[in-house]
């Protein structure tokens, strides 16, 4: 089971979203880190072939999912974005109906959905009008239709949207479950949804790629790159401006700030060891620093 990017761009008319992507998946999670537009959404809707590259090429054990997209299809389970559930329907209803649309027969359909509707926690609400639920119900609505198939590829795009911490955590337990024998690709642009569980984080920034690494690797990158300054909360504004402040917290004593930076910020600062969140901080900065 392999998943090629191979230099890929994406463009909408003339504005360049993704340039030369190029990475390599087998079987685990790959966390997908970047800030706000990115391109992460959009690499999602290629590898999901609902749209296609402009340049480069994107194979599944081997074929090109441009070209031939069905083999994929059959195989893909998809989250997206902007998932919606019909409010009329209940989630055996909709479930049915995602089934019917994914091709499989009512039978295998009906055993598998009994199952899902068990792994999240839904049999209780299975009769219960989708419109009534809550934000965190509705997204465990669209996981499960997304593993109908049992997907080999599986890509959730910002799942946790709407997900209480508990429902997070349950969440990131059941990725974790699920990745033991599929590609799971989950994009966010929260640390603390990958930060345990994907062996591998790829951050985009500004539609490049600028790091592909382990969670522990990043984090010895951002060694001795991390701050303490505790100054008074007037200043927070213009450290702000200077530097990237990746936590401030109000104390007695004036302001925490947590800052990320190659050279130390002031005398007074103290080093910090680094965290994922200042890592991730860490690289998407260089990279701002360098275009
Ligand atoms: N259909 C489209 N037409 C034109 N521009 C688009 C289209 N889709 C996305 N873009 C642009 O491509 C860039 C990347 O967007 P994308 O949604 O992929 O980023 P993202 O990393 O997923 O961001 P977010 O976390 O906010 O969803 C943005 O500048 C966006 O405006």
């Known amino acids: 089971m392999e998943l090629i990017i191979d230099n890929v761009t994406k463009a909408y008319g003339s504005k360049q979203v993704l340039h030369g992507i190029q990475l390599k998946l087998t079987p685990g999670i790959l966390g997908l880190l970047g800030p706000n537009g990115a391109g992460k959404s959009t690499l999602m809707r290629m590898l ?16 090109d999912i ?8 059959f195989e893909l389970g998809y989250l997206p974005q902007d998932f919606g559930v019909y409010p009329n329907m209940n989630p055996l209803e909709f479930l049915e109906y ?3 649309m994914k091709g499989l027969t009512m039978k295998s359909a009906r055993k598998r959905i009994d199952e899902l509707l ?7 609400d299975r009769k219960r009008l989708l419109g009534s639920f809550s934000g965190g119900m509705k997204q465990r609505v669209g996981i499960a ?7 080999s590829l599986l890509i959730v795009d910002e799942p946790t949207v709407g997900l209480d911490p508990e429902e997070r955590i349950r969440f990131r337990n059941l990725l974790s479950t699920l ?3 599929r590609i799971v690709i989950l994009s966010t642009h929260i640390v603390t949804d990958i930060e345990s569980i994907a062996p591998h984080i790829a951050i985009l920034s500004t539609g490049r790629l600028v790091m592909y690494s382990t969670p522990e690797k990043l984090i010895q990158d951002a060694d001795n790159k991390v701050w303490l300054s505790i100054i008074p909360s007037v200043g927070l504004q213009n450290l702000q401006e200077k530097y990237t402040v990746s936590s401030a917290i109000h104390r007695s004593d004036g302001v925490h700030a947590r800052i990320v930076s190659d050279l130390k910020p002031s ?6 060891p680094s965290s994922l969140e200042d890592a991730y ?3 998407v900065s260089s990279i701002g620093a360098r275009s």
Do not use: H
Request: aromatic share 4%; no cysteine.
């Open 48 to 63: 999901a072939t609902i749209e296609k590259p402009t340049g480069g090429t994107i194979t599944w054990n081997g074929v």
């Open 66 to 73: 441009a070209k031939n997209p069905d083999q994929l299809r």
């Open 98 to 100: 995602m089934a019917a």
């Open 118 to 124: 068990d792994l999240l926690n839904l049999s209780q």
């Open 145 to 151: 239709q997304s593993l109908l198939n049992d997907p």
């Open 179 to 181: 990745s033991s024998n």
């Open 267 to 272: 005398p007074n600062a103290s080093p910090l």
């Open 281 to 283: 901080l860490y690289a």
